[in-house]
């Protein structure tokens, strides 16, 4: 495409400049947002050259060990089953956290670390019935 980055510009744009180029990607940004889709999910294109949705490509589904989830990652048709995959995800993360944690021995562990052991305990716990709160240490021990 022709043109320039705006970002090797922007410091040197009047403020007129400013105005014209926001007031042109909110006009673009409101146009995308006619545009409804049936589900939440990444666009793939297809091979017809159209685009499809497909798996999410946000960080939260792909964090480390997450890419290897078994898990549904999109497109999702409710928020409920969006919602519930990123619990998933959590909780599968901090099974496999705790599993690390109980394998170290108890002399090898910091202080604070018992504090997030608890935490992954009651979120494993939690996970046969509900998900329930997992604080136990106050906000201002920075755990």
Known sequence: MPGVQLST???????AQLSGVIRELATFQAQLFQHRFP????????????????????I??????????????GPFHSTHGWINTL???????????Y??????SE???KPGQ???????????ISSRSSITS??????SQGY
């Open 60 to 73: 939260q589904f792909f964090w480390y060990e997450r890419i290897q989830d078994k898990v549904h990652k």
């Open 87 to 97: 619990l998933l995800l959590k909780l599968n993360e901090s099974r496999r956290l």
């Open 107 to 109: 002399s090898d562990r």
């Open 114 to 124: 018992s504090c997030l052991l608890t935490r992954k305990k009651r979120l494993v």
């Open 39 to 58: 589900a939440v999910g990444g666009l793939r294109k297809a091979a017809n050259e159209d685009f499809t949705l497909g798996n999410m490509a946000d």
């Open 134 to 139: 997992n604080t136990c240490c106050s906000t």
């Open 9 to 15: 510009c922007w410091n040197k744009l009047s403020f």
């Open 99 to 104: 599993e690390e944690d109980m394998a170290g």
